[in-house]
């Protein structure tokens, strides 16, 4: 089965773009569920998680400080008196993964419950 994100990767499918460069891609969540809900993901088609090597450490570390970046431009940061942000990673079905390209929701902008659903 093809990728979803791949192929919004390759703008075959639209997306609202946040952030671009050679690693990582950011765009809106077509189903937001906060006033931000931005998808980052890595150009590396990688399943999940649970399917990280060890060579994939550089993108996530930078895929992590993109989202740091993007909540830092949307004014999110509470050192700067933004309300914060949550960064999620579901991984599998009992976490509600259901696009097998791994990805980083980062959601703000309502006050967010814990523990999640
Ligand atoms: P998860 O359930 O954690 O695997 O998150 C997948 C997210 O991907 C979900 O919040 C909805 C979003 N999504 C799925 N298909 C599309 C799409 O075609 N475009 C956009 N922008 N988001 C999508």
Known sequence: MECIFCKILRKEIPSKE?????????????NPVAPVHILIIPRKHIE????????????????????????????????SGGGGY???????????????HIHFHLIAKR???WPPG
């Open 86 to 100: 949550r960064i999620v990673s579901n991984c599998g079905k009992d976490a509600g993964q259901s696009v097998y």
């Open 48 to 79: 999940g998680l649970d399917k990280l090597s060890q060579e994939d450490i550089p993108i996530i570390g930078h895929l992590l400080y993109t989202a740091k970046l993007i909540a830092n431009r949307l004014g999110l940061d509470p050192s």
């Open 18 to 30: 946040v952030y671009s460069d050679d690693l990582v891609y950011a765009f809106e969540d077509i």
């Open 111 to 113: 006050q967010l419950g």
